[in-house]
């Protein structure tokens, strides 16, 4: 390989023969052709995966190949990246640059259906195109090594890791609610909706329940939150990811209700302002809604609930957003002090943050203060500032008002309650993370199958050695309008001999780009999703250029 290593003297001796410098006029096209022909000739850009001296794993995130073709933001991406793997080629490192095609998914459908084809034969074109004009860039990528998520010599593997998953309890499902646009026929993720319309069609969206694939990510939060320090990765990009993990310490708190038997739990970050807790708001879709409403607040509160249904949880984030509820005519007994205080319903309290119930401290949160203002409910000072107005002080003061931790610092007030709440019975010591579970299912068609038959109202892992799990042909591959996965259609793929049914559910596109750095270091490998060997010898990547998108 040495004698075809880029060294600042193949520029002078190499690349421009005598009879390029003396031509006339500098035929570009002809050089880069001669050039991109020796190279693939020689395998210029092949590293020896087995036995390279200085392994330098350089790793472009791998694009989506759309019919239009490769746009020039792939392109000045790409070559930024390639840059720096001939810099380091050019310092003698064994470069591994490899590439590949991000197929499945939501646009490569969509795009199909809006030129009346079918995806299975649109993208195999698409891949041809990208690949023809990215070997036009003259990037020095290992086309040897190249994969496509839809290609089920991959997503075979894209299956046996769901397998391994599910078989240790990270992949289950459950009914969950989930953003819905009636027209594209397709749960949308939380950035495909705005103001209530769905991003690609206009149309309102609506939240659904549905039976879903969601991987168990949570188990992980703390880890995945520690580990942030080992990474070498922009501040800015850490932040991100700290933000959406969303630790925060504080207590769970059981507020027993004045009607029931029930207790509404909620959880905050300031046990010590409980004293100036003066009302309570549920999530529109809290479970306790339907049973603690009042029969004269049944309407109202129905009504409000379906106008929520429309709103995404970005937009209910908004704290821009005028503050909407409305009052159940139910009241839960503060802890404390055994008062009694209102239960609303309101929209800026999301079922997935917490458990979905809160207390209200007016006082001393931005959000509450506005919204116990709108509907002009009780406001009591609890927190003392340090210095300026305590009415909006959210920081750490000292307790004011507030029973037997008056007088104690916000840190001492807080372990004092806490420790109160845990020998009374009425709440515990908590860590809360933002951060949900993923859901991982789709009800659409091009994607990769779950590898997952249902028995008798079970559900098992199809056998390994009957993998992969390919779709069905279907002509009419079309979302349904109830929801039901296309795959649902093809009565005698769902059907095995046997009495079970398949799993009808798609993966997202994610299920293949999630770990295809690991498949370009052994992409011929039948046994195995990557060889020991080959992952032992070249990982970690080196470099791997992506966007801040996908950091959270
Ligand atoms: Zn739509």
């Not at 320090?229 to 959406?244: F, N, V, Y």
């Not at 509907?375 to 002080?393: H, K, N, Q, T």
């Not at 990557?530 to 992506?546: H, I, Q, R, T």
Request: glycine content about 6%; charged content about 25%.
């Amino acid at each position: 390989m040495t004698e075809t290593r880029w060294t600042s003297s193949c520029f002078r001796h190499r690349i421009f023969s005598e009879e390029d410098m003396n031509a006339e006029k500098f035929d570009h096209q002809a050089i880069e052709k001669k050039w991109a022909e020796r190279w693939i000739a020689e395998k210029t850009f092949e590293p020896d995966i087995e036995h390279a001296e200085k392994p330098y794993y350089n790793l472009m995130m791998f694009p989506y190949p759309s019919a239009e073709g490769l746009h020039v933001g792939n392109v000045f991406a790409f070559v930024g990246s390639d840059l720096h793997a001939r810099f380091m080629r050019a310092q003698g490192y064994d470069v591994f640059e490899p590439m590949g095609f991000d197929a499945f998914g939501i646009h490569s459908e969509n795009f199909a259906i809006s030129i009346n084809t079918h995806p299975g034969r649109l993208i195999p074109d698409n891949i041809r195109n990208f690949t023809h004009q990215l070997k036009r860039t003259g990037n020095m990528y290992d086309w040897s090594h190249a994969v496509e998520t839809t290609d089920p010599a991959y997503y075979k593997w894209t299956q046996w890791i769901f397998i391994q998953l599910f078989k240790a309890g990270l992949a289950y499902q459950k009914e969950a609610p989930v953003t819905w646009c009636p027209s594209c026929n397709t749960v949308l993720a939380a950035e495909q909706a705005e103001d209530g319309a769905c991003e690609r069609c206009g149309t309102l969206v609506e939240q659904r329940n549905m039976r879903q694939w969601f991987f168990k990510i949570t188990a992980y939060a703390q880890q995945l939150l520690d580990n942030l320090a080992g990474i070498d990765w922009s501040e800015k990009t850490k932040s991100a990811q700290r933000r959406w993990i969303g630790r925060s310490e504080g207590a769970e708190v059981d507020f027993p209700l004045a009607a029931y038997a029930e207790k509404l739990r909620v959880f905050t970050t300031r046990p010590d302002t409980l004293w100036g807790a003066t009302y309570m708001v549920l999530a529109p879709e809290h479970a306790l809604v339907e049973a603690i409403t009042t029969p004269d607040r049944q309407q109202a509160v129905q009504d409000y609930i379906l106008e929520a249904g429309r709103k995404t949880a970005i937009e209910r984030e908004d704290a821009t957003r005028e503050k909407t509820g409305v009052f159940t005519g139910a009241y839960a007994i503060n802890p404390v002090n055994e008062k009694q205080i209102p239960i609303w319903v309101s929209d800026y309290v999301l079922m997935t943050y917490g458990t979905g119930a809160i207390m209200a401290v007016p006082a001393h949160d931005a959000r509450d203060l506005e919204f116990a203002q709108k509907f002009e409910l009780p406001i009591r000072v609890v927190v003392e500032a340090p210095e300026g107005e305590s009415l909006g002080f959210v920081g750490d003061g000292v307790s004011v008002e507030s029973g037997f931790i008056s007088g104690l610092p916000t840190s001492e007030a807080k372990a004092k309650i806490i420790e109160w709440l845990e020998e009374k019975g009425q709440g515990k010591r908590t860590i809360n993370f933002k951060l949900r579970d993923w859901l991982f299912s789709r009800q659409r068609y091009w994607g990769e199958p779950f590898p997952i038959v249902w028995r008798d109202g079970q559900h098992e892992a199809v056998a390994e050695n009957d993998l992969p799990v390919l779709p069905p042909e279907l002509d009419d591959y079309k979302p349904t309008a109830a929801g039901d996965p296309p795959l649902a259609r093809a009565a005698d793929w769902v059907n095995l001999p046997d009495g079970a049914t398949r799993e009808t559910n798609t993966m997202p596109q994610w299920a293949g780009s999630c770990w295809y750095y690991l498949r370009y270091l052994d992409s011929q490998n039948d046994e195995h999703f990557v060889g020991k060997s080959a992952e032992n010898y070249w990982m970690n990547v080196d470099l791997y250029v992506g966007g801040t998108e996908h950091a959270v």
